[in-house]
Nanobody
Framework: QVLLMESGGGSVQAGGSLRLSCAAS????????MGWFRQTPGKQREGVAR???????SYANSVLGRFTISKDNAVNTLYLQMTDLKPEDTAMYYC???????????????WGQGTQVTVSS
């Protein structure tokens, strides 16, 4: 069982930065792919950034060049560094883990509870 807990959300002005963290327990770096997703009320959850077991990363077009996903296997923590934040980045951000690449893209096996990010103009 993988347990995920996000932190680091908050309120910032447009152009600001935040770093989200996701502490994982029961996680094995060589077994799970991990990612960040976000959701706003009335909209579907969308993938923001993914990091695969082999270290490869992928990003949604809307955050490419502004967000960076990384992980520290020594402390079982996933990060999302967000810069040049825009009001449209306002959402609940979730970290997730999956045993397969397909699962990470479509329906991850494990989810955190989420952390709110609010960007004001």
């Amino acid at each position: 069982q993988v347990l995920l807990m996000e932190s680091g959300g908050g309120s910032v002005q447009a152009g600001g930065s935040l770093r989200l963290s996701c502490a994982a327990s029961g996680y094995t770096s060589n077994k799970h792919h991990m990612g960040w997703f976000r959701q706003t009320p009335g909209k579907q959850r969308e993938g923001v950034a993914r990091i695969y077991k082999n270290g490869m990363t992928s990003y949604a077009n809307s955050v490419l060049g502004r967000f960076t996903i990384s992980k520290d296997n020594a402390v079982n923590t996933l990060y999302l560094q967000m810069t040049d934040l825009k009001p449209e980045d306002t959402a609940m951000y979730y970290c997730a883990a999956a045993l397969s690449e397909y699962g990470l893209r479509t329906n991850p096996d494990y989810w955190g509870q989420g952390t709110q990010v609010t960007v004001s103009s």
